[in-house]
């Protein structure tokens, strides 16, 4: 569903050379690092990587430094996806060092926007779901960590939404 403020924001980047994006979930080891991997594999296959710095972090960090779940590297592997990121806490820097920060729920948008310490790096906040199109019934892409395969294929089926039309959004 689209959001005026996502929108604002995504317009003020559309002629930047270089776009900043930071995925932020839990743990940093299911969503976040998934929706990295999608965006970095379709900005790749665009030919626009060098356009684009992608990272992904986490708001709880007792996962640091492991690589994203199996059950999530594994379905991310069968469409294709490698999923290699090590597990990052969010850090107060990751406001100056990213353009946009991407929230997975709204736990993650309310704790984040709490962390801005300005109007402008408040703005920076957005909501993946806000670029999702095809899935009216989520408000939100759902932790599939207590959840069985299907969880992890929403998830990945979510993420291919939305990064595809943010991306075109961008481009
Ligand atoms: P994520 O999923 O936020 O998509 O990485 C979770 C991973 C771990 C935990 C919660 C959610 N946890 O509580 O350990």
Do not use: W
């Amino acid at each position: 569903m689209t959001n005026i403020n996502s929108d604002k924001i995504i317009n003020s980047l559309k002629n930047k050379d270089k776009v900043k994006i930071l995925f932020v979930c839990l743990g940093n080891i299911c969503r976040s690092p998934a929706a990295e991997g999608v965006f970095r594999s379709m900005v790749e296959e665009k030919g626009v990587g060098k356009r684009f710095e992608i990272d992904s972090a986490g708001l709880y960090g007792g996962h640091a430094g492991e690589l994203p779940d199996r059950r999530m590297r594994v379905h991310a592997f069968q469409r294709g996806y490698s999923l290699i990121h090590h597990s990052r806490p969010v850090r107060m820097s990751d406001f100056e060092d990213f353009d946009l920060i991407i929230a997975m729920d709204d736990s993650n948008y309310q704790r984040l926007r709490s962390f801005a310490t300005t109007l402008e790096d408040q703005r920076k906040v957005v909501k993946m779901i806000d670029f999702v199109t095809g899935f009216p019934q989520y408000d939100c892409v759902p932790d599939p960590y207590y959840e069985g395969a299907e969880g992890f294929e929403l998830v990945l089926n979510l993420l291919e939404d939305g990064c595809s039309n943010l991306l075109n959004k961008l481009n």
